[in-house]
């Protein structure tokens, strides 16, 4: 039997770590990921789960450890944010590229500098390109369930790819929430056991790991890699379709709400999208036809399921919360994937991006329906005045 | 040289499967110097087998003897040249420094590819 609890969303991962009882984790605390690793302490403290604690000196040693201990075939977790991130860096495309199954909780918060301990997604987005698949989460609920989901994701013989799942930094990590908790051994049956391909500690089959890869066979490894993430779609569905059929959710690539009869749409990802909902709700009360796309699965990116899911409106704005800094007119990362998808995919319509919240600066749902109103006038004149909007930044 | 593979035939994630296997691999293509045999009589200490990092040190297992060098995976360091004690012990004049391929020695070290 599933229970509700009162759980922050550091907390809700912390629980969903305790239920998956993987062989080991190591982490570093980091704010606002903290209470993650602390909650998870306490539980290996306590007894309540089995697994290997390593506490280390640094997110690199994490990262590396990790690394170590997926080779060894363990089931190993991780948690960090933004400079912790950035410190594991080096580590985090060895692990992509070894295939290590690895599960991290990102609760996304601003890189330095200046320094900063709030929420943006400039963290994620310097890994987009590293190998690791990427959810994203809207509440503590939803990243409690995607915890759960990463791990059988992660280790589907299809895919064994590391998987990170983001949370926004405060926002949802530090803000209690009525989380459904399944039950533990519920839990447990879904992830079920790891089997290791190769184990290094297998003394009676000896491999290398980690071997030189020259001009020789360096690009046939990475096109390897390539193929597992072009490949990596169906078993997350797969996965998806299965942890939905068992504790009765929705989730899919990404979710629509209210966007089927829509005019225009807001793509945005993690806790904003839950704001939206709202100002979405409140502008059909008034008989405007907007709607919402929230990105779940964005690595692999969905291009054509979300050209399909977006080609009947007459104007998209993409909500970034961060900057990719040279890229054309210095646009957010997620405008500049959706705009190329939409293209490729034949789709033309109105697209303008909408920069927000850098920093943790704040996002009221007046700011959201203020890009509403500018995607209504542009469905009705067809033409983007501005390409790329700071949102509430100070002229 | 083997045949190399493609994408679809090697394992995941860059792993070599079978062990001990780093010997078909010649790096000695590498190398920039190469170690030879001088003038000084070698006394078959070991002390260049000990520290080769490369294991590029042929071994006469039964007759005990330093048998010369492994040059398909030798890498040129140099490191048996400067641990060998009959090198240390070459006589030199009052303040003379030997250069590494100098042919009192007992391993020099000469240039690759350089006729002598
Ligand atoms: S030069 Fe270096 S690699 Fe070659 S035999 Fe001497 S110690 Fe070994
Ligand atoms: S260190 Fe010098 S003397 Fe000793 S075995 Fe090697 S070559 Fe011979």
Redesign the pocket.
Known sequence: MSKYEALTGDQAVATAMRQINPDVVAAYPITPQTETVEFFAEYVANGEVTTEFICVESEHSAMSACVGASLAGARVMTATSSQGLALMWEIVYIAASYRCPIVMSLVNRALSGPINIHCDHSDVMGMRDSGWIILFSENCQEAYDNIIQAVRIAEHPDVLLPVVVCQDGFITSHAMERVEVYDDAEVQAFVGTYRPKWSILDVDNPKTYGALHFYDYYYESKRQQAEAMAHAQRPILEVTNEFNRQFNRHYGLFEAYRLDDADVAIVVANSTAGTTKVVVDSLRAQGLKVGLLKPRVFRPFPAKELANALCHLKAVGVMDRSIAFGSMNNAGPLFLELTAALAIHGVHIPIADYIFGLGGRDIKPGEIESVYRDLLRIAETGKVERLVTYLSVRE | MTQLKGWRDIPIGGVILEGGNAVEYRTGGW?A???VFGQAPCIHCFQ?WL???????LVDAENEKMAG??LD?????????SVCPVNAKVIRQAGEKLNRDDPRLC?R?VEEGKME
Do not use: L
């Open positions: 190398r110097f190469r170690p260049c520290f080769c990092p490369d294991s590029s040190i060098f492994d995976h030798c890498k040129g360091c140099g490191i048996c040249a391993i070290m």
